[in-house]
């Protein structure tokens, strides 16, 4: 546009001059002022033609040199972002970004309480799975808990976060790797209705009992502040193309320093994976991921909710529940193992598919890492070590009693699994058997109301 200007002065002075020549020689004809007059426009024009001249090359070269920068800045800016995606440094998305990726968020995965998550597609082709964290407090919160829980973490077995989006008002955007066979609940829990997922082989479910053993080690033990995941479910374990277990869902996080034995935390989480110690307020460890480990596995093993209604009565007192993992020992002590676990497995490979040896270490793990006393619970490195064979397992000791978050007894027919806010929750615990009626008397003895049930 300037160029364009400074052409039109040019050309209006170069006519302007000559019009005035022409003029000068009509009225003053050859007389010494015409000349002067000739030889001083001659001159201008001259001046004008090389100032045109001199613009025209500096331009040229200003349009040289920037197309060079832009190239070169091009070239950094590829590296940068290859280099950031090698280091696995979040990428900051733009909102547009993200709408684009995902149809303005069209193709919705799952969503839980303050969450949900789409399917997206970025322009190079990369399937990834955005998640977006509804609430201002509740959300700002799990954002900040998820990034610092997962952004500089690598492992195998652990979700890859690519990038974030955090926009000055409305929700907050995390970005991660498209794991596309969804969630382990999926593939263990029967659900026809749902019309995806099916039945996970022996042999996947044992392979995905070490895979998510080990990434829970690496958070705890291979992490320079030790990363506590406090909500470990089946919802929250993610199957690869090859059946692999990758542990998503950082919200719940807390981290906490190598010398620290445990952190004070507001009581959230998901019914029927929280440890005793969580319940009764005495503050959470690794111990508290490794309680919900176990039960996670008691409930791959069976291919059931750990707490099912088994007698759905009219009257809220009248209900029964069966509680699995006091069936799974009872069927241990009487060597029936192979009468408890998911039936589906039994079908499809008349019992020859099921390795009794690794389902009785496999049960053995589950009780030692659901033990009342957290002191009693091995650490993930040493389950890892179990599951692999590598040492000998003890048969685990007799609870004196289960303790069950009774908020997992909910109307639901799959007998929990939802999320749930504690914070000004103060919690009923019950001993459960394997099959008892729910109708708990009060104890005046404690700040608690407790129900001491037998099974038998």
């Not at 050309?11 to 001083?40: D, E, H, Q, W, Y």
């Not at 025209?56 to 590296?79: A, D, Q, T, W």
């Not at 496999?362 to 006393?373: G, N, R, S, T």
């Not at 040492?391 to 007894?409: F, Y």
Request: with cysteine; proline share 3%; aromatic share 8%.
């Amino acid at each position: 546009m300037e160029d364009k200007k400074a052409n039109i002065i040019a050309a209006t002075i170069i006519f302007g001059l000559i019009v005035f020549m022409v003029v000068a020689r009509v009225s003053l004809r050859l007389s010494k002022a015409f000349f002067l007059i000739v030889g001083a426009d001659i001159a201008v024009i001259l001046a004008v033609f090389v100032c045109l001249v001199i613009r025209g090359r500096y331009h040229r070269r200003r349009k040289l040199l920037e197309n060079k920068f832009v190239s070169e800045g091009r070239e950094l800016r590829i590296e940068y972002s290859f280099l950031r995606k090698v280091a696995g440094v979040p990428i900051k998305f733009k909102h547009k970004e993200l709408e684009d990726a995902t149809d303005n968020f069209k193709a919705l995965l799952g969503q839980g309480a303050s969450a949900s998550v789409f399917k997206g597609i970025l322009t190079d082709g990369t399937s990834v799975a955005v998640k977006r964290i509804d609430g201002e407090e509740h959300g700002e919160k799990e954002f900040r808990a998820e990034v610092a829980a997962i952004a500089s973490v690598q492992h195998v077995n652990l979700v890859r976060l690519m990038g974030y989006c955090c926009a000055p008002s409305g929700p907050r955007y995390l970005v991660y790797e498209f794991i596309p066979n969804g969630s382990l609940d999926y593939w263990i829990f029967p659900r026809k209705e749902r019309g995806r997922g099916g039945c996970l082989s022996w042999d996947l479910r044992y392979r995905v009992a070490i895979d998510v053993a080990k990434a829970l080690s690496y958070l705890h033990h291979d992490c320079r502040s030790r990363i506590l995941h406090l909500d470990v479910k089946p919802e929250n374990i993610l199957l690869d193309e090859s059946y692999r277990a990758i542990v998503a869902d950082f919200g719940l996080s807390k981290l906490i320093g190598k010398d620290e034995s445990g952190v004070i935390t507001t009581l959230r989480g998901t019914r029927g994976y929280l440890a005793p110690e969580w319940l009764l307020q005495h503050g959470v460890s690794e111990k508290s991921d490794i309680y919900s480990y176990g039960m996670v596995l008691f409930e791959m093993i069976g291919g059931q909710r750990n707490v099912s209604l088994i007698e759905n009565g009219i009257d809220r007192s009248q209900r029964k529940w069966n509680f699995f993992p006091k069936i799974l020992r009872k069927k241990l002590k009487e060597g029936k193992l192979i009468e408890a676990i998911d039936q589906r497995l039994v079908e499809a490979g008349g019992g020859g598919g099921v390795d009794e040896r690794q389902l009785k270490r496999l049960v053995y793990v589950a009780l030692w890492c659901i033990q009342e006393k957290a002191k009693l619970r091995p650490n993930m490195a040493q389950v890892v070590e179990m599951l692999e064979g590598h040492v000998v397992i003890d048969e685990p000791p007799d609870t004196q009693m289960i303790v069950v978050d009774l908020l997992s007894m909910d109307d639901d027919d799959d007998g929990g699994g939802g999320d749930c806010d504690h914070r000004h929750y103060r919690p009923k615990i019950t001993v459960m058997g394997s099959d008892v009626d729910c109708n708990p008397p009060t104890s005046t003895s404690s700040s608690f109301s407790m129900s001491v049930l037998s099974g038998r």
